[in-house]
């Protein structure tokens, strides 16, 4: 199935059928003629996925335009007939088919969704597309997420995430019994770095020297981090703040959405959060004095956007994270900190100050052992339980 024969191809004027050879051309009267009038039809038989064969055709004002019409017409039949899986469809097939109907059309984050089709065109694909759904056994798929996880660990992780899910498909498509890629060994965790963030003296610092570089706070670079100081939001949902989730009178912002790009689409406000729900947050004086400054200066935009582009528009991460980067190169001593620090930053502190509980709520995280792990930095010095451990000494 999801095959044809020979392509063939004809010329005609009228509807009738002509005969002739490069410019020459002429009916079976014997009337000339010329090439500019001829239509082309270009034929050939395709067998369904029903395993019937039928006839195909397609026409254009010469013979390439022809066969390039039925070319295209047998690509998006044969795609119609790939999405019947069987146990002799390569995976290949079954990886369009999942990202067609599975990933593309899911609510899952833009981000998400680019990395799956990202991972199984460059990684997946390459590596096991030649093989037959039969032919996917659990050794086969282990050795090959070994040899992976010693290269890409990070990769190799999502890579049997996408396996996991294209064979899902298969499995509900009846053409597999079982998904082999669930037997197969997960691939460890790689190790997470220490937790680095700023204390209450380095946050001071960072903001006088950022209020005292011009090119920073041409580029707004001191409000934004102070709004990320406030929250402990991601630079997207910074960028995407509007000033309708600003209530002045209550000092509350609301989060709603982030800036995302994706393929095909270009930049965007998401109307979600990475945590999917809405937030909102008292915000702290210091911040909020900034935000009564910005609506007495900053002239509201179509998009109501309160940190908007030079023309009014959406900001994008990548540009505000390499303007910091052109702000550390101007500051050494900043070396270490990226737009992401602020969000550990906040954790820690919020975590010291009340509890790892509290932490994960002002992050919007749904479980703390997230909070704890990534987001708060272990303290250099354990608590002092001095007293209590003194009664050991009699």
């Not at 795609?79 to 109907?101: G, K, M, Q």
């Not at 270009?266 to 109307?271: A, P």
């Not at 900053?298 to 540009?319: C, I, K, M, N, Y």
């Not at 900190?337 to 100050?353: D, L, N, Y």
């Amino acid at each position: 199935m999801g095959t044809h024969g020979k392509i063939n191809t004809t010329p005609y004027y009228n509807g009738a059928r002509v005969v002739g050879s490069g410019k020459t051309w002429h009916t079976l009267d014997g009337e000339q003629i010329p090439v500019k009038h001829l239509r082309w039809a270009a034929r050939c038989r395709f067998r369904d996925n029903d395993g019937r064969t039928r006839p195909v055709e397609a026409w254009g004002g010469t013979r390439t335009e022809a066969e390039q019409r039925l070319q295209t017409e047998l690509t998006t039949r044969k795609r119609t007939s790939s999405d019947t899986i069987t146990a002799d469809t390569r995976l290949d097939v079954l990886a369009d088919y999942w990202l067609r109907t599975k990933v593309d059309p899911s609510s899952r984050a833009v981000g998400t969704r680019q990395t799956y089709r990202y991972i199984t065109e460059h990684y997946v694909i390459p590596g096991l597309g030649g093989l037959r759904l039969r032919e996917c056994t659990v050794s086969r798929l282990e050795a090959w997420t070994a040899a992976e996880a010693a290269k890409h660990p990070a990769n190799a992780r999502i890579a049997l995430t996408c396996l996991k899910g294209m064979l899902d498909s298969a499995v509900r498509e009846d053409a597999i019994s079982v998904n082999p890629a669930r037997s197969v060994t997960p691939v460890p965790a790689t190790v997470s770095k220490d937790v680095r963030a700023l204390d209450v003296a380095g946050v001071v610092e960072l903001r006088a020297t950022l209020a005292a570089d011009a090119k920073a706070v041409e580029r707004g670079l001191p409000d934004l981090v102070d709004v990320m100081l406030a929250t402990g939001c991601r630079i997207g949902e910074a960028l995407a703040l509007r000033w309708s989730e600003v209530n002045l009178d209550e000092h509350i912002v609301y989060l709603t959405g982030t800036v995302v790009r994706e393929n095909g689409v270009g930049l965007f406000r998401q109307d979600t959060t990475k945590g999917k729900k809405p937030r909102g947050y008292f915000v702290p004086k210091f911040a909020m004095t900034m935000l009564e400054r910005r609506a007495a200066e900053v002239a509201p935009g179509p998009l109501d956007l309160v940190f908007p582009s030079a023309r009014q528009g959406l900001r994008e991460g990548s540009t505000v994270e390499k303007q910091w980067r052109k702000f550390r190169e101007q500051h050494p001593q900043w070396t270490w900190i990226t737009p992401h620090t602020f969000r550990k930053s906040v954790g820690t502190a919020v975590g010291r100050g009340a509890d790892i509980e509290a932490a994960a709520k002002q992050l919007g995280h749904t479980s703390s052992s997230i909070t704890a792990k990534y987001y708060v930095e272990t303290p250099k010095v354990g608590p002092d339980h001095r007293e209590i451990l003194e009664k050991f000494g009699g």
